[in-house]
T-cell receptor, first 114, second 114 residues
Framework: GAVVSQHPSWVICKSGTSVKIECRSL??????MFWYRQFPKQSLMLMAT?????????EQGVEKDKFLINHASLTLSTLTVTSAHPEDSSFYIC??????????FGDGTRLSIL | AQSVSQHNHHVILSEAASLELGCNYS??????LFWYVQYPGQHLQLLLK??????LVKGIKGFEAEFIKSKFSFNLRKPSVQWSDTAEYFC????????????FGQGTELSVKP
């Protein structure tokens, strides 16, 4: 079945640094990719939707200057958390769609900011 | 605003017991409905989906769900659970004309005792 690879799976870094998370669709062309954030014991909250070659659409309350999303190709989207702080620590999950449902999810990235 | 509500936060069952997890959504228009499962340490996997047609849908691993439009519900069922069903279960709704955005419920943690 369709596979989405997310890298890294876990990252620990100091406050103030920027962290890049990659999301790749391995065997299909992802016209749309989604980035979610999941807090412990809570649901997935959509952060933004990105379509290949265009600017991402951010959900209300998500800072687009802090969470930079790039979807430069049909198989790769990146999320960069700029100047990360402890409150940005969370589990970030991407999903990808070729225009047909359902979306296929990556394994997620656990981000810990010290 | 659209929302998805899962009634049970944590369900504990013994093996062979029957399972029903509730899911209600708030939106009066056309929706697609999904149940996802997240096993410990793994990514989200699709259990089943409803797009149209027979409101009783069957998924993988013996799960089924029934869409009751009048109740805005999409409850997940399994006649006899196994220890291996221990996982987090998420109900999700896709609203038409919102670019494939999924709205997730808060999740239900299922623990099955051997």
């Amino acid at each position: 079945g369709a596979v989405v690879s997310q890298h890294p799976s876990w990252v620990i870094c100091k406050s103030g640094t920027s962290v890049k998370i990659e999301c790749r669709s391995l065997d299909f062309q992802a016209t749309t990719m989604f980035w979610y954030r999941q807090f412990p014991k809570q649901s997935l909250m959509l952060m933004a939707t990105s379509n290949e070659g265009s600017k991402a659409t951010y959900e209300q309350g998500v800072e687009k200057d802090k969470f930079l999303i790039n979807h430069a190709s049909l198989t790769l989207s990146t999320l960069t958390v700029t100047s990360a702080h402890p409150e940005d620590s969370s589990f970030y999950i991407c999903s990808a769609s070729d225009g047909y449902q359902p979306q296929h999810f990556g394994d997620g990235t656990r981000l810990s900011i010290l | 605003a659209q929302s998805v509500s899962q009634h049970n936060h944590h369900v504990i069952l013994s093996e062979a017991a029957s399972l029903e997890l509730g899911c209600n959504y708030s939106y009066g228009g056309t929706v697609n409905l999904f149940w996802y499962v997240q096993y410990p340490g793994q990514h989200l996997q699709l259990l089943l989906k409803y797009f149209s047609g027979d409101p009783l849908v069957k998924g993988i691993k013996g799960f089924e769900a029934e869409f009751i439009k009048s109740k805005f519900s999409f409850n997940l069922r399994k006649p006899s659970v196994q220890w291996s069903d221990t996982a987090e279960y998420f109900c999700a709704v896709l609203i038409y004309n919102q670019g494939g955005k999924l709205i997730f419920g808060q999740g239900t943690e299922l623990s099955v005792k051997p």
